[in-house]
């Protein structure tokens, strides 16, 4: 009953133009509301249903999750969005500039889908405060990133500070641990953070990309706000994923999905993803370079054999954590040092808040499953750049 009654609004606000009937918070919460109540299972547990089909070369569920049989993972298995309204995170420069360009209306922008145009529903500034972010942070306390984490709780507290009276915030570590659900108690989300500078490792290592997947599929859009993962690591899960070349000949990799598992949950939810990467930048540069920045990384004296070995693997990392983000429509920046934590929170911050908030509903209304090409433009300025995401699965029901 409830859902044929927003139906009806939603119809009636679109025939008559008023679209005041349907305010953001509104939008997100009534994609909530239409869902099921998700099971009560500690997080991360829907990773442990995952089986490697190694003919497809993809996850699929296992047999026993509530008996539906195997079936492919991807974007029809993150939490679905039960209303066809896309909506695009979106930031505008000067070409070659990374200045934001301010003071946009609805009318300025363009956006094609297919080569189709859009007519844009919903439109919004990223700091309106009526338009509410549910923020996921990611947090690797791992060994390797232990001079950086003291500088980056401090600066991820500036995020706390500045969440709005409707924003909330959830704290994923790389243990793949929700510390935190998502709440506006700032108190409680600055004593997690705190708790992570003495807190003793486990024995399974760093999962920060099981931890970025399970966020995908399991809280991403569970939220009642703008969906935002904020996550802080190298990314050296990397090569324990299954669609990776194994580090040794024989040696099998450890888990059951790849990175193309995670790249179809970006694409099946509307999260912007942001990634900050402790350490020097390694892409895009020569491999005696990267070696030599490598070699700048490690403490003590390391055998010239194992720089030689690590130094591929570090740089599959970096483009492996770079590229979650590219597709999400968000972006990765290098943590070079602990002392620019602040400068790269504030960043970010500055970044959602510049940001312009797009919806509009697809005119083609088919539930396919298939990757669709979105494409936005400022209306008369081709010089202007739009940086969002490119690409999205309109998941079937």
Same mark, same amino acid.
Not at 306 to 311: G, L, P, Q, R, V
């Given at each position: 009953?409830?859902?044929?009654?927003?139906?009806?609004?939603?119809?009636?606000?679109?025939?008559?133009?008023?679209?005041?009937?349907?305010?953001?918070?509104?939008?997100?919460?009534?994609?909530?509301?239409?869902?099921?109540?998700?099971?009560?299972?500690?997080?991360?547990?829907?990773?442990?249903?995952?089986?490697?089909?190694?003919?497809?070369?993809?996850?699929?569920?296992?047999?026993?999750?509530?008996?539906?049989?195997?079936?492919?993972?991807?974007?029809?298995?993150?939490?679905?969005?039960?209303?066809?309204?896309?909506?695009?995170?979106?930031?505008?420069?000067?070409?070659?500039?990374?200045?934001?360009?301010?003071?946009?209306?609805?009318?300025?922008?363009?956006?094609?889908?297919?080569?189709?145009?859009?007519?844009?529903?919903?439109?919004?500034?990223?700091?309106?405060?009526?338009?509410?972010?549910?923020?996921?942070?990611?947090?690797?306390?791992?060994?390797?990133?232990?001079?950086?984490?003291?500088?980056?709780?401090?600066?991820?507290?500036?995020?706390?500070?500045?969440?709005?009276?409707?924003?909330?915030?959830?704290?994923?570590?790389?243990?793949?641990?929700?510390?935190?659900?998502?709440?506006?108690?700032?108190?409680?989300?600055?004593?997690?953070?705190?708790?992570?500078?003495?807190?003793?490792?486990?024995?399974?290592?760093?999962?920060?990309?099981?931890?970025?997947?399970?966020?995908?599929?399991?809280?991403?859009?569970?939220?009642?706000?703008?969906?935002?993962?904020?996550?802080?690591?190298?990314?050296?899960?990397?090569?324990?994923?299954?669609?990776?070349?194994?580090?040794?000949?024989?040696?099998?990799?450890?888990?059951?999905?790849?990175?193309?598992?995670?790249?179809?949950?970006?694409?099946?939810?509307?999260?912007?993803?942001?990634?900050?990467?402790?350490?020097?930048?390694?892409?895009? #540069?020569?491999?005696?370079?990267?070696?030599?920045?490598?070699?700048?990384?490690? #403490?003590?004296?390391?055998?010239?054999? =194992?720089?030689?070995?690590?130094?591929?693997?570090?740089?599959?990392?970096?483009?492996?954590?770079?590229?979650?983000?590219?597709?999400?429509?968000?972006?990765?920046? =290098?943590?070079?040092?602990?002392? %620019?934590?602040?400068?790269?929170?504030?960043?970010?911050?500055?970044?959602?808040?510049?940001?312009?908030?797009?919806?509009? =509903?697809?005119?083609?209304?088919?539930?396919?499953?298939?990757?669709?090409?979105?494409?936005?433009?400022?209306?008369?300025?081709?010089? =202007?750049?739009?940086?969002? %995401?490119?690409?999205?699965?309109?998941?079937?029901?």
């Amino acid at each position: 009953m409830k859902i044929a009654i927003a139906i009806t609004v939603i119809l009636l606000s679109l025939l008559i133009g008023d679209l005041s009937l349907l305010s953001w918070p509104s939008i997100f919460a009534a994609q909530s509301s239409d869902r099921k109540p998700p099971k009560k299972e500690k997080f991360g547990s829907s990773l442990k249903r995952l089986k490697w089909d190694p003919n497809k070369q993809t996850a699929v569920e296992s047999e026993q999750d509530n008996q539906k049989g195997s079936r492919e993972i991807g974007p029809g298995d993150v939490i679905k969005v039960e209303t066809n309204l896309v909506v695009l995170d979106l930031f505008v420069t000067e070409q070659n500039k990374l200045r934001a360009l301010t003071g946009l209306g609805k009318d300025d922008f363009v956006v094609t889908e297919d080569d189709v145009t859009q007519q844009i529903s919903m439109f919004s500034i990223g700091a309106d405060p009526s338009l509410p972010r549910s923020i996921v942070l990611i947090i690797d306390f791992s060994s390797s990133m232990s001079r950086f984490l003291e500088k980056s709780v401090e600066a991820a507290k500036i995020l706390v500070n500045r969440l709005g009276p409707k924003d909330e915030m959830a704290i994923v570590n790389d243990e793949v641990e929700l510390m935190v659900s998502f709440t506006g108690d700032k108190k409680r989300l600055k004593s997690a953070l705190d708790s992570l500078k003495n807190r003793p490792r486990g024995a399974h290592g760093s999962r920060q990309l099981s931890a970025l997947f399970a966020t995908l599929r399991e809280l991403s859009g569970a939220g009642q706000g703008r969906p935002i993962i904020i996550i802080q690591s190298d990314g050296d899960e990397i090569m324990n994923l299954r669609d990776q070349k194994p580090r040794a000949e024989g040696q099998p990799s450890t888990w059951e999905f790849g990175l193309a598992d995670i790249h179809a949950a970006v694409l099946g939810t509307r999260a912007t993803i942001y990634t900050l990467i402790p350490g020097e930048r390694l892409i895009g #540069v020569p491999l005696e370079e990267a070696r030599m920045r490598v070699r700048r990384s490690m #403490v003590g004296e390391q055998e010239d054999r =194992y720089i030689n070995t690590i130094s591929p693997i570090r740089v599959r990392a970096q483009e492996a954590i770079t590229s979650v983000a590219d597709i999400s429509g968000g972006w990765a920046a =290098y943590l070079e040092s602990p002392e %620019r934590s602040d400068e790269l929170y504030e960043r970010i911050l500055a970044d959602i808040n510049q940001r312009y908030v797009i919806g509009y =509903y697809p005119t083609n209304e088919a539930r396919d499953g298939r990757l669709r090409k979105v494409q936005v433009e400022v209306r008369g300025h081709p010089e =202007y750049v739009v940086h969002g %995401r490119r690409s999205y699965y309109l998941t079937p029901r």
